[in-house]
Structure formats: C-alpha cells, structure tokens
C-alpha cells in the first residue's frame, strides 16, 4: 500500500513556473513506476509525464516536452514535476500516480495508488 500526497499548486500567469512535489508514505517507493497525470474540467484524465524506478528513463506527452521535467528522489520517497514556461491550456487538477507494474506507463488504467491531486491555475 502505498499513500500519495501532492503539493505545489496555485496560481500562476503565463509563462510562470510551478513545482509540484508527491510524498510518498508506505513501503518500497522504488519498486514503483511513478506518475503524473492531470484532468481539467470537463476533460478525461490524461497523462502527463512518468519517471522509471530508478529514475533514469523518463516519459512525457509531446504538450509538455521541453517544459515540463519529472524527477525521483527515492532516498526521500518524493517525485517531482517541475513545469516551466506554462501556458492556460495547463490548467487543471494534477494527480500523481503509483504503478506496480510498469506494464504501459501512460495509462491510467495501469496505476495502483493514486493522490487527491492538487490544482494547476494558469492565468492568460
């Protein structure tokens, strides 16, 4: 079991920066694929970006490239979203994710634990 807790979000104006933060609680927080996905209103979840267990591979959606950077530090059970140069159509709730099985790491479907998601307000 593991328990996520995501921090980091407010209100920025355009081409600010944010940096979101999840701290994880429980066992194992290497064994896990990390996650991060966001869901505006109105709009299905989709996913953001991911981060292996060792934090050498790393994936993003082709929106977010060359912004957007996920980071582990798995001594302090944290993974990291550090978003720069963000734009209105960032704006949404951002969820971090926990996937056991690293089976197809861009799928909702595929994550076992999720956080109560914290909210990402870009301004134009």
């Known amino acids: 079991q593991v328990q996520l807790v995501e921090s980091g979000g407010g209100l920025v104006q355009a081409g600010g920066s944010l940096r979101l933060s999840c701290a994880a609680s429980?066992?194992?927080?290497?064994?896990?694929?990390m996650g991060w996905f966001r869901q505006a209103p109105g709009k299905e979840r989709e996913f953001v970006a991911a981060?292996?267990?060792?934090?050498?591979?790393?994936y993003s959606r082709d929106s977010v490239k060359g912004r957007f950077t996920i980071s582990r530090d798995n001594a302090k059970n944290t993974v990291y979203l550090q978003m720069n140069s963000l734009k209105p159509e960032d704006t949404a709730v951002y969820y971090c994710a926990a996937d056991a099985t690293a089976v197809v790491v861009t799928s909702v479907a595929a994550y076992d634990f999720w956080g109560q998601g914290t909210q990402v307000t870009v301004s134009s």
């Open positions: 981060i292996m267990r060792s934090g050498s591979i790393t």
């Open positions: 429980g066992r194992a927080f290497s064994s896990y694929v």
